[in-house]
């Protein structure tokens, strides 16, 4: 970027990044719109059930086109970004023809295709977030999931007004004009005023348990409050709006709970303390919809699951600001994390419903079973260092992270010079920081009776016997 144009970005920055804000939420919307659609105008159950996995399924399209042609995007990022948009104004079209002719297959195929592209312009938005200060991008994200349920529920009323299949189209069509226009000029000044830290190159480590069930059993059991919710309350302005004003609470909720600079990277005992409570308490209230309750239960279930969507936004900054390397590949795992169990709890969810009457006891049944798996996602990981851990947080005391460089050296030798493995070298850069088995066992993740196993090897072969002679050692290298 040229010299001018950074610096009239560095004139007026706040007005134009809340353009990344405005293509959040008007792609938010734009897609969930397509995916209310499907619902009114699909006639069968299965057909919705389809609709439902189709909307969310395109992330594996979208994952495999970034990951499958990362070099053509990073090269022609511009390319990329009008192909998509052009392929989302096409498939617009053909949505809109599926629904006029009645083709149920179109209108889900159509559907699929426009939730990959959908993912495909989500990566660039916040990937754009991601070089701005997490407080920051914690605030944008708010303000996106804000106005997501404010244009959700204005198109949503034009439409109620004037029930034009061509108006709907229209006004999806400015929607998708709206957030590229954004995510054009929002992008450009955000990349202008980077404050990211350079990537780092980052070890491969397979994700600890903790954190897959963490992320299997939240989005799993948002997953079955969508398909019970769309079993109890028919599509229609009982079951929308106040979708839409939860929405709407949900980025208030966000905004106080996280978005403040001291808060933003201790999101794990905000979690215990809001998200947990809140989506347990959502998946309480969804029977009372069967009572005439609906805007307190409906309101409620997608206040809560905005709120984890805004929160998992911000966590996938926070894990590739913090473990440093691809940021593309810390989007892919945390899309890889969440849509599988949310397909998972759509279809259990709308399997249960074909199979068992909606009676208390199935709520109280299900409601036991949420409130196991949230309390094992939420609590398992342990306290709060041990969280940050799980989340995939940089370590404090991670071998990538010390700056002496001498002492690195020196320990690179000596693991050449006494044959250590590669896991072993990691473990005796802590030894040359004076740090013990405890320490290094909570750091790696790795149990104490391990740390001390890799411990007594490195002494072997090394031919010491504690960790003084150790650093003697060392320094005679």
């Known amino acids: 970027m040229s010299r001018k144009t950074h610096d009239v970005a560095r004139k007026q920055p706040q007005g134009r990044i809340l353009l990344l804000a405005c293509a959040l939420g008007a792609y938010l919307a ?15 159950y299965l057909n919705q059930v389809e609709s439902c996995v189709a909307s969310y399924g395109g992330a594996f399209i979208a994952c495999a086109l970034m990951a499958g042609f990362r070099q053509s995007w990073r090269a022609h990022e511009d390319r990329w970004l009008a192909g998509t948009a052009t392929a989302q104004g096409i498939l617009s079209v053909a949505f809109y023809g599926a629904v006029h002719a009645q083709v149920p297959a179109g209108i889900v195929s159509a559907q699929l295709l426009l939730s990959a592209s959908f993912f495909v312009m989500l990566f660039f938005i916040m990937r754009a977030l991601a070089t701005l200060s997490l407080a920051h991008a914690a605030s944008l994200i708010a303000i996106g999931i804000g106005l997501y349920g404010l244009l959700e529920c204005a198109v949503w009323a034009l439409a109620l007004a004037m029930p034009f299949l061509g108006l709907r189209f229209a006004l999806h069509l400015g929607l998708l004009v709206t957030a590229f226009a954004c995510l054009r000029t929002g992008q450009a000044v955000a990349h202008a005023l980077e404050v990211a830290p350079k990537p780092r190159v980052a070890s491969h480590r397979a994700l600890p348990l903790p954190l897959v ?20 309350i028919p599509m229609g302005h ?3 709006l106040p979708c839409y004003l939860g929405s709407m609470a949900a980025s208030l909720v966000f905004y106080l709970v996280f978005a403040h600079p001291a808060n933003v990277e201790k999101v794990w005992p905000k979690v215990r303390a809001c ?3 809140l989506t347990m308490l959502s998946f309480l209230l969804l029977p009372f919809a069967l009572g005439g309750f609906t805007f307190v239960s409906i309101g409620f279930a997608q206040c809560a699951m905005d709120t984890y ?24 795992a945390a899309a890889l994390l969440a849509v599988p169990f949310v397909i998972i709890g759509v279809v259990a969810g709308d399997t249960l419903k074909m199979a068992l009457p909606l009676s208390p006891l199935f709520y109280n049944v299900l409601s036991v079973i949420a409130f196991a798996l949230l309390a094992a996602g939420t609590f398992w990981v342990g306290d709060d260092r041990r969280a940050e851990l799980v989340w995939g947080l940089e370590k404090k005391l991670s071998p990538k ?21 590669k896991r072993e070298a990691e473990i005796l850069l802590f030894l040359a920081q004076g740090q013990n088995a405890a320490v290094i066992a909570e750091s790696e993740i790795i149990a104490l009776n391990t740390a001390r196993t890799h411990i007594a090897r490195i002494h072997r072969k090394m031919d010491v016997h504690n960790q003084q002679e150790l650093l003697k050692r060392l320094k005679e290298l």
């Open 401 to 421: 992270r010390f700056e002496d460089k001498e002492t690195t050296e020196r320990c690179a030798k000596a693991a050449k010079k006494f044959g250590l493995t």
């Open 30 to 44: 734009w897609e969930n719109l397509y995916h209310d659609e499907g619902f009114l105008f699909l006639p069968g």
């Open 309 to 332: 969507l805004a929160f998992y936004l911000l966590s996938t900054l926070i894990v590739a600001r913090k473990i440093g390397g691809s940021f593309m590949r810390t989007a892919l």
């Open 275 to 277: 998200i947990f409570p």
């Open 213 to 232: 069930l963490h992320t299997g059993s939240y989005w799993l059991v948002f997953g079955l409050t969508h398909a019970l919710a769309s079993g109890v």
């Open 238 to 240: 009982d079951k929308l």
